[in-house]
């Protein structure tokens, strides 16, 4: 599940934001990276809705949930288990 | 290739070829040599001097001498029947391109304390003259814009200079022991054995910061004089450069009053807008529908008896679109109004020819309606226009001041959550920074700045951090990475002395001066589209007095909590509609990447500089990447595109096209009718 979760968050990331898979550090933020800006963040979060079927509330809008794609996917996978 | 051009005007529907648009402005050219090449001298001065035939309809000229030539083309602005250039005194040869709006009162002093006779009414005559009698400290009287070559004739050594702010290009080539100087870059392209290249970490470096630092440029082996220095060649000597002007440079007080601000503030703005009117050709101004170019034309309507022309831009897309605000101020004033719209299809069918202008790559289209503004105010008979660039940068008028400050104000309690609230006043043209339900993420991207925004890049932290994904779009043969302590080192290095006493709002200041206002918006928005058409700028709010004057103003009389441009809005109130004044700011934007789509597809001319095969013939980027790039956006172009996307999108495009015109330069002719001077000085 994680696993495939990862995958096409990868997908996704790679496709929107011009990097190759190899490039990205699965536990470092990639907002201090550089990967993504503040426009990023928003099209990662309308992805994550969209692609999962999540709603992202205010609270949840935290670096403990979107710093790193490790991060990222352990938070989809806490909110689809709700 | 050539490809059409088209462009939307109200009353006119016209094609033109990429050859037969008729531009016209002021530029120089000059070779210092080593080798004493007399014979093909005169031809590569020539040919130099013909690329900048589109600055100067009016006449043009060259110098020839044994270890110098200089060339000339000339737009009439004072002193219609002489002041022809190249010109010759006594001691000097001069090759210059701008305006001294003191000459007048530089003239006189030289009169009445010095004895100098003028033979000319010309503004270059005294600044000849001023170099007799003052030397380089000549330049600390100017006021003005200008760059120039000025060769003495009795010491053999040539001078260099450029004004305070950048506002006139000048380019210095070494190749094969002589050196070369022009106004634009494609001067250069005549050189024998000589081809424009790109340097690629240079080309980073102006992906990073929208300029590259100090002297260099994006091309191997050529420089830019930066402004405000000038520099000493002399044969067999080591070239000397040296300052006479820095930003700050004053170590004024500031009024202790915001009405004793106002009072100065609008003393020296009055007196500069009034010395930019001196022409002895009709003047008229650019609306933009903002605070800044509206009270310049307020001023201008205070010093003008007649109706004067006023000139706007507006935009098919109205999430563009300024025009209510710009008619509010055409309403109060009364002027002879020309608007200009600007459609998708217009940007996209000039963005090559306009490039061929820039000269360098790009990251935004807006000044491709500035380039095709121009021409419109060629066609109404309008040589000069005076335009509001500058205010945003000595004002505080960017959100990089309000950012700053805001990072300033939450990194004193990181965990408030009150404090980063105020990120909602960031950038209100912007939609996502306008959700509430977006708040939690921006907020997020302001934490990682919380500990750094302070260090010597100030709020170019943002901009670089932005822009530094640029570096997976270049070529991988080229190990394109971004350094921050190697940036950090280099914008250390053009640090005046005094930088680490002022303010943080001043620091950013002096860096949004030193790059995105000298090497961008002056440079490629600015001197290069309105002379494309034959057009000069005047800027009233980089009349030195002004800008140093106001650098020493308190802070909040220039950002007042987050109300920028203060001491603007409390001094022009009664005169500028308050919808105008009370306007949130919104920078001028022009519609980018969606410009080069049509129907889901690249448009025929993108497509073909964006296509696989020319990524890889030009070999400057990665063509999987570029690729990835424009599926991204064929797959659907979204409601909202980011920043970066635009930025990106626009900058290879732009570079793509600028190595085109580097390959491939303009066949150009003077026209021997309109030569007014060859002086043969062999002595």
């Known amino acids: 599940m994680a696993e495939e979760i990862q995958n096409k968050l990868l997908d996704f990331i790679t496709r929107s934001f011009m990097v190759e898979k190899e490039e990205i550090d699965l536990d470092k933020s990639m907002i201090d990276e550089g990967i993504i800006d503040s426009f990023g963040l928003i099209e990662i979060a309308t992805f994550l809705e969209d692609e999962f079927q999540i709603k992202i509330t205010e609270d949840k809008m935290i670096r403990a949930n979107f710093g790193s794609v490790t991060k990222i996917v352990n938070f989809i996978e806490r909110e689809q288990g709700k | ?683």
């Open chain 2, 1 to 683: 290739m050539v490809f059409g051009i088209k462009i939307k005007m109200p009353w006119v529907n016209a094609v033109f070829s990429s050859n037969s648009l008729r531009i016209i402005m002021c530029g120089i050219a000059g070779i210092l040599q080593t080798n004493h090449d007399q014979d093909n001298q005169r031809n590569n001065i020539t040919n130099m001097t013909s690329t900048l035939s589109h600055r100067g309809p009016d006449g043009w000229g060259i110098y020839l001498s044994r270890h110098i030539a200089l060339g000339h083309t000339r737009l009439s602005i004072i002193d219609l029947n002489s002041g022809d250039q190249p010109m010759m005194s006594d001691r000097y040869a001069i090759s210059y391109n701008g305006e001294i709006y003191n000459y007048r009162e530089l003239r006189l002093e030289m009169e009445s304390r010095h004895g100098i006779r003028f033979k000319t009414t010309s503004d270059t005559e005294v600044v000849l003259k001023s170099f007799e009698v003052y030397g380089p400290d000549a330049l600390k009287k100017f006021n003005g814009q200008f760059a120039l070559l000025l060769w003495d004739r009795k010491e053999k050594r040539l001078l260099i200079a450029r004004d305070r702010y950048g506002i006139r290009p000048l380019y210095i080539l070494s190749h094969q022991n002589n050196y070369y100087f022009a106004s634009e870059l494609k001067a250069f392209d005549t050189i024998p054995d000589f081809q424009r290249k790109y340097n690629v970490n240079n080309l980073f470096d102006h992906a990073l910061l929208w300029n590259t630092l100090d002297n260099s440029t994006v091309y191997r082996n050529v420089r830019s004089l930066p402004a405000g220095t000038f520099e000493i060649y002399q044969i067999d000597h080591p070239t000397r450069l040296s300052r006479y002007y820095e930003i700050g440079e004053s170590e004024g007080n500031s009024p202790p009053d915001i009405e004793g601000a106002v009072e100065k503030f609008t003393a020296l703005l009055d007196d500069s807008v009034k010395l930019r009117l001196r022409s002895d050709v009709p003047v008229g101004t650019y609306l933009s529908g903002g605070i800044d170019s509206s009270i310049i034309t307020y001023l201008t309507s205070q010093h003008n008896k007649e109706k004067f022309k006023t000139f706007s831009v507006s935009f098919a897309d109205k999430n563009f679109d300024e025009s209510f605000f710009q008619k509010e101020m055409v309403t109060r004033l009364n002027s002879n109004h020309f608007d200009l719209e600007v459609d998708y299809k217009a940007i996209n069918d000039n963005f090559l020819e306009a490039i061929y202008h820039f000269e360098r790559p790009v990251f935004r289209t807006a000044p491709l309606p500035l380039f095709l503004l121009s021409q419109m105010v060629e066609a109404e008979g309008i040589k000069v226009v005076l335009t509001g660039e500058g205010a945003d940068e000595i004002l505080f008028g960017y959100d990089s001041f309000k950012e700053l400050k805001l990072l300033e104000f939450w990194s004193r309690q990181p965990d408030s959550t009150l404090r980063p609230q105020l990120i909602k006043r960031l950038y209100p043209h912007l939609q996502h920074y306008k959700d509430p339900k977006r708040f939690g993420l921006i907020k997020m991207y302001y934490e990682g700045f919380l500990s750094d925004y302070g260090n010597e890049l100030t709020g170019l932290n943002i901009r670089v951090h932005n822009n530094k994904s640029l570096a997976n779009y270049f070529n991988k043969d080229f190990h394109i990475s971004f350094n921050k302590e190697k940036l950090i080192e280099k914008v250390k290095s053009i640090l005046p002395s005094n930088f680490h006493n002022w303010t943080l709002l001043q620091k950013n200041q002096f860096l949004e001066i030193k790059t995105l206002l000298s090497g961008y918006l002056l440079s490629s928005q600015g001197d290069r589209m309105s002379m494309a058409h034959g057009v000069e700028g005047r800027y009233p709010f980089l009349d030195h007095r002004l800008v140093e004057s106001l650098f020493y103003y308190q802070d909040k009389f220039k950002l007042n909590g987050f109300k920028q441009k203060y001491i603007l809005g409390k001094a022009y109130k009664a005169e500028i509609p308050d919808s105008i004044v009370n306007r949130p700011k919104r920078p001028y934007m022009a519609p980018d990447l969606i410009s080069f789509f049509s129907h889901g597809k690249l448009t025929e001319q993108a497509s073909y500089f964006m296509s696989p095969e020319k990524i890889k013939d030009y070999g400057i980027f990665d063509s999987k990447i570029i690729s990835r790039l424009v599926n991204k956006f064929e797959r659907k172009i979204p409601d909202e595109i980011g920043y970066r996307d635009n930025m990106i999108f626009t900058f290879v495009l732009s570079c793509q096209m600028a190595n085109y015109w580097t390959r491939n330069p303009k066949n150009n002719r003077l026209n021997n009718k309109l030569k007014t001077t060859e002086i043969a000085d062999f002595n």
